[in-house]
């Protein structure tokens, strides 16, 4: 971590020049005067947003120097930020910056400093996707949460409240001020195979009250973003891979798609990142929304009345390169409205795309000074120009305290939802039911940190008085496999299994498990939509993620410790007709 000295004289210059009457709060003069003062290319470096490989922004391992090299040209993040300025960077699990919370804070103290030694230097603008449940990027021991869809299924704007303000506060305190959350989609197509369980539901009232009260609690701490303008939940094709067109009439965004955005408008969001799907009604172009002047500055800008930080979705997806080029891209972007220029494939391409097109005349260095000034506006907000480094105490005073963690484990009771209870098959008891055996599905850890499920129901459930051993299936079983798990439940008084957008091998499991005659009690530790496909499992919980605290909770549940309370905030379509709704929105069993 740097020293009290480097960072003093680091950041001295830059709150000198922020100064406001004895504040480093700044105004537009003062922001203004600062982006006179930069170069071209540290303008241009200011809007873009870059992963790098590494748990060190100076000192790396071999093997992400390597990957930087290789993707980037640069050893590490200092190097990032000494070639290129950049304005942000975005931490991901799966390039190495998120070991944990002192790591990620020295991490973010390292990348303070090596922007703040440049020549006008500026901080950086730290950022991640920490929606919790299944996005999550910095994982225990900071306090995780239920997602979207969970927090949905529980109903409840104060637990939206108190989770954007205690994952706030942790996110802060290692150094990150933007988190690209939460999801504004409203989740009407149950085979949406990118949104799904990150939304809050199907409702577009009860979306939008969450996503208010969950940017009210962010940004008590840091910017929150509403994700993925214009709306992204009407989708059966994943972005990341293609390029989804929605079919909504003008009419039907208005009463649908829009209004949690506006919602987030009005509770003052603070950044909003844009969608790369095809909206004919709104714009008939065929170009991604992303790049859509009249989506992005006609309705979000013009319409709607945003003039915060628009940042688009990574500008590595499939769904914003199929029709233009990594060079035209991140210049039709900016020429649409955007403001921040996320994670592109390469960076030096699209650098030195939007260098060209200020020198050609195609873009207006007003027109990068326009965004610049909404980036440090974030900024001032942010207070990271007085503040731009966090403390060690800091971290070890906020992350994973023993509050935040009972805080969630109070909202995951009262998220898991009670689909099904046959003759009262649910709650098991100890007595009864000593003996269970927990079969499923164990998808890898969201941040790498939790699970596997199977391991913690098991563990759960034998320190509720259980005696219970996990058998993982996996998410496509083999006949070998099933054979095995049916012949050890017979050595069970009970069976739990866990199904993840369910198979047809996890459903034959399941279907020879209740074929025992041992009692079985079914979670849907993803899309609750699998219910629909087990229509003889005698118990069905729904727990909309795979992480411990929902799972430990719906341990809780299956024990009678605490009663189901959630509903569903999605309804769930027959399995035969999908017009036919088998359980509606606010279906919800209890005892």
């Known amino acids: 971590m740097p020293s009290r000295r480097t960072v003093l004289a680091a950041t001295a210059g830059v709150t000198a020049a922020l100064a406001v009457g004895g504040t480093a709060y700044a105004d537009d003069k003062k922001l203004r005067s600062l982006i ?30 390597d990957l930087n090299l290789q993707e980037i040209g640069v050893r590490s993040a200092a190097e990032l930020i000494e070639r290129y300025r950049v304005g942000g960077i975005i931490y991901f699990t799966w390039a190495h910056n998120t070991r944990d919370p002192h790591q990620i804070a020295d991490l973010s103290n390292g990348i303070q400093a090596a922007s703040l ?44 409240r108190t989770l954007g303000r205690i994952a706030g506060q942790e996110l802060k305190a290692i150094g990150i001020r933007q988190n ?20 809050f539901g199907s409702e577009p009232q009860a979306v939008a ?19 993925h303008f214009p709306g992204h939940g009407d989708t059966a094709v994943d972005s990341h891979y293609g390029f989804p067109v929605i079919t909504h009439s003008r009419e039907l965004w208005e009463r649908l798609d829009a209004v949690p955005f506006r919602a987030a408008i009005r509770a003052g969001i603070d950044s909003i990142m844009t969608a790369h799907i095809q909206f004919p009604a709104l714009d008939p172009s065929g170009d991604p929304a992303t790049l859509s002047h009249p ?22 997806m499939a769904g914003v390169r199929e029709k233009y080029g990594d060079d035209r891209v991140p210049v039709l972007a900016l020429k649409a409205g955007v403001d921040q220029l996320l994670n592109p494939p390469s960076l030096d391409v699209a650098w030195n795309a939007v260098l060209k097109a200020v020198q050609e005349g195609e873009l207006t260095e007003a027109r990068l000074d326009a965004s610049i000034l909404r980036i440090l506006r974030l900024k001032a907000r942010l207070r990271l120009f007085e503040q731009p480094y966090v403390s060690r105490g800091g971290v070890t005073r906020t992350v994973g305290t023993r509050a935040h963690l009972a805080a969630a484990d109070r909202i995951a009771e009262r998220t898991t939802t009670l689909l099904v209870n046959r003759d ?6 100890p007595r009864e039911h000593a003996k269970l055996l927990v079969v499923g599905a164990d998808p890898a850890s969201p941040s790498g940190t939790t699970g596997p499920p199977t391991g913690v129901l098991a563990a759960a459930l034998t ?30 008084d009970a069976v739990v299994v866990g199904t993840y957008n369910l198979t047809a091998a996890q459903k ?8 025992t005659g041992q009692p079985v009690v079914a979670v849907a530790i993803r899309n609750p939509y699998d219910v629909a496909q087990l229509p003889s499992v005698p118990a069905y919980l729904a727990t909309y993620s795979w992480t411990d605290v929902e799972l430990r909770a719906a341990a809780r549940v299956i024990a009678g410790k605490v009663r189901p309370r959630g509903t569903l905030p999605v309804p769930v379509p027959s399995a035969d007709d999908p017009a036919k709704v088998l359980y509606p929105v606010g279906h919800g069993l209890t005892y």
């Open 508 to 515: 034959t499991l399941v279907e020879q498990l209740v074929a």
């Open 209 to 227: 009250a969450l996503v208010a009260a969950e940017v009210t609690g962010y940004q008590r701490a840091v910017a929150a973003t509403a994700k």
């Open 117 to 160: 030694k440049q020549p006008r230097g500026l901080p950086v603008l730290i950022s991640t996707d920490q929606e919790h449940g299944i996005v999550c990027r910095v994982g225990e021991p900071a306090t995780l949460f239920p997602g979207a869809m969970a927090v949905g299924a529980g109903g409840s704007a104060q637990d939206a």
């Open 295 to 316: 989506i992005l500055t006609g309705i979000l800008r013009g319409e709607l009345g945003y003039d915060g930080v628009v940042v688009t979705d990574s500008l590595g």
């Open 424 to 429: 009262h098959t649910l709650p098991l008891s």
């Open 36 to 65: 006179a003062r930069m170069t071209l290319p540290e303008k241009v470096g200011q809007l873009f947003v870059m992963r790098v490989y590494g748990h060190s922004a100076t000192a790396p391992d071999q093997a992400d120097i």
């Open 463 to 492: 320190e509720l008085g259980f005696t219970a051993t996990a058998l993982s299936t996996g998410t496509a079983p083999s006949a070998a496999v099933i054979a095995r798990a049916v012949a050890t439940a017979a050595d069970a």
């Open 180 to 199: 690209y959350s939460p999801v504004a989609d409203v989740n009407v197509n149950p085979a949406n195979p990118v949104i799904g369980v990150r939304s």
